[in-house]
């Protein structure tokens, strides 16, 4: 197994190298996890910078104390992968998020599409934001991630388009084969800068959307021959691109 990982503010050890985790952390560390001196961990921001570290002892039911040695910081791989998520209904957004950080996507945008039945609005929609961000944070921990993806507010279609514009590879993921859509498969795909995935709802991309994607310059593709839910396809394209890119070489 490899050593779990613990979310910090800040990596900074004392003059003697020692670093206390405490709070919520520390908690689940100490009280859930119930580790003891002599066993490995590792702490990150979850920005990239990280430190392995060696367990030295406990402190009540919140206090783990720590050795650090140093301090290293993992580079943003390439090419980047970002995923536009139209909004899922009940928990499928969380699963979404839970596989796409697994998986190893970057970013993860939420967005109201048109044939959306969850509609984030008000106080609704700052909670189930939230609740992406946390279940990002978590999933990043559990997959032994050190930069975690960001989560960004959520987009309209106008905004999502003009983030097409700017991609190196914008792809609208569509199941509609009538639209003259490539396989993803064989995709030419760049080697470095930020390619854009677009997972539309249950209830498809509307044509003025696609229409409006096109226009910002995405092309559209198809995953295979059957078609995947909502919460399913991002996680499958990504782990097409990470294979194919060789950043799961």
Do not use: N
Request: aromatic share 4%; hydrophobic share 40%; proline share 5%.
């Amino acid at each position: 197994m490899t050593a779990p990982v613990f979310l910090v503010e800040h990596l900074r050890a004392g003059g003697d190298g020692h670093f206390v985790l405490d709070g919520a952390e520390g908690r689940h560390a100490v009280s859930v996890k119930r580790l003891r001196a002599g066993e490995d961990v590792v702490l990150t921001d979850g920005a990239g910078r990280w430190a392995d570290c060696v367990v030295l002892g406990t402190e009540g039911k919140d206090r783990l104390v720590v050795r650090m040695d140093s301090v290293a910081e993992q580079p943003p791989e390439q090419p980047r992968i970002t995923v536009v998520q139209a909004l899922p209904k009940g928990d499928r957004g969380e699963l979404a998020v839970e596989t796409m950080t697994e998986t190893g996507v970057d970013a993860i945008v939420p967005w109201t599409a048109s044939r959306c039945i969850t509609q984030w609005k008000g106080d609704r929609g700052l909670k189930a934001l939230a609740k992406w961000r946390a279940t990002a944070r978590e999933s990043g921990k559990q997959s032994r991630r050190v930069r975690f993806p960001e989560v960004a507010d959520a987009l309209t279609t106008r905004q999502v388009a003009a983030l097409l514009a700017t991609a190196d590879l914008a792809a609208v993921l569509h199941e509609d084969t009538e639209l003259g859509t490539e396989p993803f498969a064989t995709a030419e795909l760049p080697r470095s800068g930020e390619i854009v995935l677009v997972v539309g709802p249950e209830g498809g991309i509307s044509p003025e959307e696609v229409a409006l994607f096109t226009e910002a310059g995405a092309r559209t593709f198809h995953l295979g021959p059957t078609v995947l839910r909502t919460s399913t396809a991002g996680t499958v394209a990504a782990a097409l691109l990470l294979a194919r890119t060789g950043r799961w070489s």
